[in-house]
């Protein structure tokens, strides 16, 4: 990944856009015009986030069915959906998507890099490794990171610093 491949977003906020290819395990897709590897277009379940990560009124074989109807080439995946606490269950999840002949085009998290304390900062930075794996498992092309959120008094130079924080432990990761 190089800096064009990362954007900041907003003054305090920033976002990294990153191709979970690990261990060697490249994802298909299909091409885009630029040559980009992702879904031509995706939908997050937004209405849905409480519902799916914190009273769990739905399950994500729910989510993958309701969504069926929506004319879109994939899905986006939040690592906080409760259900994809369970590893055993991702290429179940992967497979159902799949059988509707899409894809889970993307995995979205929001960890929280920018903390002072560089125990905390570790803790964030292993769960994004964890989360990556679940990327790739899952057969997501891209995990959007987002970042900064919750501490809109960091400045740009925090943010960029965290952001080349993350890029160089994701390369460590076997992250390209």
Known sequence: MSWRDCCLCGRDRG?????????????????????????????????????????????????????????????????????????????????RVEDQNRSISMRCCSPEFTQDDAVSRRREIDKEKHWIDMAAELGATYCRVRFGQRRPESSVADVVASVALLRRKMVEHGLN
């Not at 040559?35 to 799916?52: E, N, S």
């Not at 986006?76 to 991702?90: H, I, K, M, Q, V």
């Open 15 to 95: 976002t990294i856009r990153t191709r979970p290819t690990v261990n060697g395990l490249a994802q298909a897709a299909s091409k885009s015009r630029v040559g980009v590897l992702m879904a031509t277009l995706a939908v997050f379940p937004k209405a849905w986030l409480d519902a799916l990560r914190v009273d769990c009124t739905m399950n994500l074989e729910e989510w993958i069915e309701l969504s069926s109807s929506f004319d879109v080439d994939g899905l986006e995946f939040y690592a906080g959906f409760r259900d994809l606490r369970d590893s055993r269950r991702w290429s179940e999840y992967r497979r």
